[in-house]
């Protein structure tokens, strides 16, 4: 399985970009990079997903580097309810028994 | 459009009786899962379905069995709960094809004393 390791917490201010990255060190040839939002008492909501280089819609980037081990999850000009837990997922499309989260990143946007 | 419905959504069992979590989605989709969510943690996976009558082991599958018996639905039964298996359970869906999205129920908080 390719594990993933995400900072446990950050903290940022309304206005600012956050960025979130994950590592995954063992990421296969086939496997996408999925990012994931949950607020508390709801099922997780899809972000963004990518293979390579550059993704962007309408409320995120993600950028993946060549090899990669790594990708960051960016959210251009925070607001309060961007408050939540972001993880990252990375495999599921090639395995669906790799559908496992990690403990993801609890991002706190503060006034 | 309903897309992941999960019921019951609260539920609280004595150790040792059995229930039964359904989940139903409208999306036609192929696959679908079912995890357990402890507080401050991720979601563990349990056990999934890549297709109607099929089922499959996931991270943490001691103690439940799953059917799926029509392709909308997706079953999740305790045979003797434990306290253990207190936790928030959540169904997801996707259709299965390249790197189609999860989408996700509200969960279903279980309590067991």
């Known amino acids: 399985l390719a594990k993933t390791t995400q900072p446990i917490s950050m903290d940022s201010y309304e206005g600012q970009e956050v960025n979130i990255t994950c590592s995954h060190n063992n990421i296969a040839t086939n496997d996408y990079i999925t990012w994931y939002q949950q607020f508390p008492s709801q099922g997780p909501r899809f972000i963004i997903q990518g293979y390579k280089t550059k993704v962007t819609n309408e409320v995120a980037s993600l950028f993946i580097p060549a090899d990669r081990k790594s990708s960051t999850l960016s959210l251009p000009r925070v607001s309060l309810s961007d408050t939540a837990v972001y993880y990252c997922?990375?495999?599921?499309?090639?395995?669906?028994?790799?559908?496992?989260f990690g403990d993801g990143t609890t991002l706190t946007v503060k006034p | 459009n309903a897309g992941v419905t999960q019921t019951p959504k609260f539920r609280v069992l004595k150790t040792g009786q059995s229930m039964t979590l359904l989940c139903a989605q409208d999306?036609?989709?192929?696959?679908m899962y079912w995890y357990r969510q402890d507080p401050g943690m991720g979601l563990r996976l349990i056990h999934y379905?890549?297709?109607?009558?099929?089922?499959a082991k996931g991270e943490v599958p001691d103690g439940y069995n799953v059917s799926r018996l029509k392709k909308q639905n997706f079953l999740l039964g305790l045979e003797s709960a434990a306290p253990s298996q207190t936790s928030v359970y959540f169904c997801?869906?996707?259709?299965?094809?390249?790197?189609?999205?999860?989408?996700f129920g509200n969960g279903t908080r279980l309590t067991v004393t």
């Open positions: 999306m036609n989709h192929e696959y």
């Open positions: 997801a869906s996707s259709s299965g094809t390249g790197a189609s999205p999860l989408h």
């Open positions: 379905s890549v297709g109607e009558g099929t089922t």
């Open positions: 997922l990375v495999g599921f499309n090639t395995n669906a028994g790799k559908s496992t």
